[in-house]
């Protein structure tokens, strides 16, 4: 089974919550999953954005998408009536990433959570150097590009797209983060 994962530090900066070290603890011996797009998210390889859905309370929630990294055509009444979206590919990944959160909050209701996560050119790299330079060629490759930011650029990039960062948390060496669509008037 995964991993529950707890809070041991968190730190404001610019008054969004950074949260750093968690402790891994051992989950339930059980654990019931009756959304199949929670089950989808899981299976495509989002246990630690199960961890963290759960973590911010969410993972209950209806109306809850995954924008898949394997599946890229989406129709705009799919994102109608949506609770939460959560977009699985690094932000790292996306070759026009200001232009994919724009069109991301264009269809998004006001105060819809939209959760994704990226590596923060911050975080230490682990020594494993062979495997982190393969590791990147594989990025390259498949994306056409790699986009180092950290935690300040996703924050201002998202606020000016139309978000308000409600938390981003570092989990095994990626950032994961919580913005709702601000209701602009």
């Known amino acids: 089974m995964g991993n529950i994962l707890v809070l041991n530090k968190s730190s404001i900066i610019s008054d969004n919550k950074i949260r750093t070290n968690f402790i891994e603890r051992k989950a339930a011996p059980e654990r ?9 998210l899981i299976a495509e390889g989002g246990e630690m954005f199960f961890h963290y859905l759960t973590w911010l309370g969410i993972v209950n929630e209806p109306d809850i998408m995954v924008i898949s990294s394997r599946h890229h055509y989406y129709d705009h009444n799919d994102f109608k009536n949506l609770t939460t979206l959560v977009n699985q590919k690094k932000l790292n990944l996306i070759k026009h990433l200001d232009s994919f959160l724009n069109v991301i909050c264009s ?25 982190s330079v393969y590791k990147r060629r594989i990025y390259f490759s498949e994306s056409g590009s790699y986009i180092e930011i950290d935690k300040l650029d996703v924050s201002e990039l998202l606020e000016s797209c ?13 950032t994961y983060f919580s913005a709702r669509k601000i209701n602009i008037r």
């Open 107 to 131: 269809v998004l209701s006001p105060n819809t959570n939209f959760i994704g996560c990226f590596t923060d050119k911050r975080v230490p790299k682990k020594i494993e150097l062979p495997y």
């Open 32 to 40: 019931i999953i009756n959304n199949p797009v929670i089950e989808k």
């Open 162 to 174: 139309g978000f308000e960062v409600m938390d981003m948390t570092e989990i095994n060496r990626l």
